[in-house]
């Protein structure tokens, strides 16, 4: 039995190819059944929407020597609380984070998607992006999502990161559509944005260090569960706090409960004694 060489190359897997320093369009190439559903568009049930998680707020302070990134832990269905320890707050690579609020399952696979993008240019260049490279390459996977935007499945990014060249940090927000916007002390977003943006623009200083910039994000999350029912505040029973980071020159660290819970406990105190 003889075998033609067209055929026994068509058993053959096709080779990778890294020719691109995106990981979404290689993957997309290469493997489009890998891509996940949420990035390339389809119908939604109505019935669906109704039965959707949605998490919000997150919002970050810029200080002196880096940026401060945190998001509160409820997530909502409807009118009901769907989960009282979502995580919103990822580590985007080592001096950089992304805030999700939005839809969650959708946000969660952009944040996973662009950990990894970020994780496969520095492989292929040989150098990691700089700040605003990165902060371009989430615009372009929130432009990547606006079908499923355009059908109700909404995400809403918020990245903050510190350049490890010049030490310098930076927030940046998005809007539906992928429009990227720089914030130059603050910025909050989903549903209780509204009152983090009132208490941030109050009490943020410019020159401010890490660890005051952390109790005033504590604090606008505070005023946003006040007033926004889908934003959950700290749960003292069960020892659920909001998740903070910090970003500087020496990278991405999360503060440890004990650490966020300091700082519920001030702000507790503060307000008593108004």
Known sequence: MTFRAEELLAG????????????FETLRRQAPDAVPPVFAGGPMAEELRGRLVDGTTVLAVRAADGVVIAGDRRATAGNLISRGDMRKIFPADDWSAVGISGTAGPA???ARIFATELEHYEKVEGDPLSL??????LAGLV????PMAMQGLIVVPLFAGVDPRTGEGRIYEYD?????????????TG?????ARATLKRLVTA????????????EALFDAAEEDSATGGPDLIRSIYP????IDAEGYRELTDEQVAAHVEDTVERRRNR
């Open 143 to 146: 432009r990547a999502h606006l």
């Open 176 to 188: 539906p559509v992928g429009g990227r916007y720089r914030a130059t002390s603050h910025a909050a």
């Open 132 to 137: 605003e490279g990165k902060s371009n390459k």
């Open 191 to 195: 549903s209780g944005s509204l009152a």
């Open 12 to 23: 053959l897997p096709s080779p990778f190819d890294a020719r691109s320093s995106s990981f």
């Open 207 to 218: 020159g401010s260090d890490l660890r005051t910039a952390a109790s005033v994000a504590v």
């Open 108 to 110: 969660m696979e952009l």
């Open 243 to 246: 998740i903070v980071a910090s």
